[in-house]
């Protein structure tokens, strides 16, 4: 999973994704259900995103600035 994660730097989001709406990002030439980890404002469409954890099967993810 670690391995994993540390690719996971080059996500970026198709949809707007919150910690309250489930949305997609694609990486790796795969799309995946994602959300921001709580407190975090919600990330607009075409936004790098770093995966932070995995909860199930969907990614929780931060923007990276």
């Known amino acids: ?27 790796d030439d795969a799309n995946w259900t994602a959300r921001t980890k709580d407190g975090i404002d919600p990330i607009p469409p075409d936004t790098r ?8 099967a969907t990614a929780i993810v931060e923007p990276i600035e």
């Open 1 to 27: 999973t670690y391995y994993l994660l540390a690719r996971m730097d080059g996500a970026r989001t198709l949809e707007e994704i919150s910690h309250e709406s489930l949305g997609l990002i694609r990486f």
């Open 49 to 56: 995103v770093r995966v932070i954890s995995i909860a199930g």
